[in-house]
């Protein structure tokens, strides 16, 4: 059975990881045995030997009072002998390893054992012994302890002793110090080869892993590559075969969609500019038209008027088209100006529909303020957005229909701009469609009111959106159309 490329992916993914979970848990554990390595050193084999070395300091103390002249030296003896009991007390406590049931001791008697050192154990015990017996010795016969003698002295034999057995402990933990240093290289030597053969086995699977899912992956990969090729050199969409459930489908998928939303957007680029160059020779014909008809009949002041009255309708429209266009395509292209100030929205509104009524001379308009509309916006763009709402309400309002403005501006945060007009039979059922370009060509009102350019709301959505405003249309009861404008302050 063919394994599948997710299947393969999965395998990859799941070795990776599990081997990285070996690596940190033998980093976790090399660390934790190199550390304990590192203390056991510190705090079991390297103190005995500055203890003892400070014995010897005694011992040699000891030895400068036998050259005295003088018998009496018990009282200068006293402070060596007392740090001689205080080193092989402890020393017998906390570091003989021949007796002791620490665990360091342990660890050392089983290095020891692998290293067939167990001898020294035997040497240690002695050699403490006879430090421990030449010590209770010197303090008899000073009289540290017990009765005191009725000559207290030093007897030379006891210090050649004493000192012969601390040199001799010194070289058992020196040789202890050898074998405690070679079980941590043996140690850190393990540690190394298990981290090789980790690095190995992870570089071994990711190569033998990888060279599967490229075996899977390429030749689908090579595809993808080819038909980009294509689509970006001749733009044809051919979508691609590729099913499945992995990822490279899930690409494939979002290559098909991407390639056809792309070719719709070419094929509405397109449209775009056949139905602009229809609006734009529209105009052109009818002036040219009636331009002839005026020179033809010059002498005709009433066929004259008649024509050139056409003609600077056309122009107006024309001049209106062009106008919007430019607004669309630098919109378009991020390049559309926004430059906000303070201003009162009521008076903007009154002026637009000042100029506006001149032109729309079958339709009233009712401006309804509400609370005061000061907020910081673009002027120029909101006044063009007013014209291009009040436009379309024209457009899809029934004939001599009035059409509302409202500006609540009663609220502290927002103002709300509504126009309401009755009519819009005609509109598709999804009003989103009305803010695409040219969507709403067909309703461009009656002959003496002013005509859609069909870009009108695609503009008024790309203003809103620079000022961080909503706009929206809907249908209400009574065949009423709502078109409102959010502006925040």
């Not at 510190?42 to 018998?71: Q, W």
């Not at 050898?178 to 290289?185: F, H, L, P, R």
């Not at 669309?328 to 430059?339: C, H, I, N, Q, Y």
């Amino acid at each position: 059975m063919k394994m599948s490329i997710g299947r393969r992916l999965s395998l990859l993914v799941l070795s990776q990881l599990l081997l990285a979970a070996l690596g940190i848990i033998t980093s976790i554990v090399a660390f934790r045995r190199l550390t304990a390595e590192a203390a056991y050193l510190r705090h079991y084999i390297f103190p005995p030997l500055v203890v003892i070395s400070t014995g010897i300091e005694s011992s040699n103390a000891l030895y400068a009072l036998l050259a005295r002249p003088s018998l009496d030296v018990s009282e200068d003896a006293r402070t060596p002998i007392l740090r001689l009991r205080s080193f092989i007390d402890r020393y017998q406590q906390d570091w003989l390893t021949a007796t002791s049931t620490l665990p360091d001791a342990v660890r050392l008697r089983a290095a020891l054992q692998r290293a067939g050192e167990l001898r020294l154990l035997e040497k240690e015990r002695e050699a403490v012994n006879l430090i421990a017996s030449v010590v209770t010795s010197l303090e008899r016969t000073t009289g540290l302890v017990g009765p005191a003698p009725a000559a207290p002295s030093l007897r030379r034999t006891d210090v050649e002793d004493l000192s012969a057995a601390l040199v001799q402990l010194n070289k058992i933990n020196l040789r202890y110090m050898e074998v405690a240093y070679g079980a941590y290289d043996d140690n850190r030597r393990v540690i190394l080869l298990l981290f090789l053969a980790v690095g190995l086995a992870g570089i071994t699977a990711a190569l033998l892993f990888g060279l599967a899912v490229r075996r899977a992956i390429a030749p689908r990969v090579r595809r993808m590559v080819a038909a980009v090729q294509r689509f970006r050199e001749r733009g044809d969409y051919e979508p691609l075969g590729d099913w499945g459930d992995d990822e490279l489908a899930v690409l494939a998928h979002t290559l098909n969609t991407s390639f056809k939303a792309i070719a719709e957007r070419d094929k509405d680029r397109d449209r775009f500019l056949a139905v602009a160059a229809h609006e734009l020779k529209t105009p052109l014909t009818i002036m040219k038209g009636f331009s002839q008809v005026a020179l033809t009949h010059r002498h005709d002041a009433a066929v004259r008027e008649r024509a050139l009255a056409i003609i600077d309708r056309q122009t107006t429209r024309l001049g209106r088209l062009v106008h919007d266009l430019l607004w669309s395509a630098r919109m378009s292209g991020g390049e559309l100006p926004f430059k906000p100030e303070a201003i009162d929205i009521e008076d903007l509104a009154r002026r637009v529909i000042g100029e506006f009524e001149l032109a729309a001379k079958d339709h009233m308009i009712h401006l309804v303020p509400r609370g005061d509309a000061q907020l910081l916006g673009d002027p120029e763009l909101l006044e063009q957005a007013l014209w291009s709402l009040l436009v379309q309400a024209v457009a899809v309002a029934l004939e001599h229909e009035p059409v509302l403005i409202k500006i609540d501006a009663a609220s502290a945060s927002r103002v709300l701009i509504t126009i309401e007009v009755r009519g819009g039979n005609d509109l598709p059922e999804d009003l989103g469609k009305l803010l695409e370009p040219f969507a709403v060509v067909a309703f461009e009102g009656r002959r003496d009111e002013p005509r859609s350019t069909g870009i009108g709301l695609y503009l008024v959505q790309g203003i809103a959106r620079l000022h961080g405003a909503s706009f929206w249309i809907e249908r209400r009861p009574g065949e009423l159309m709502v078109f409102s404008l959010e502006l925040r302050r």
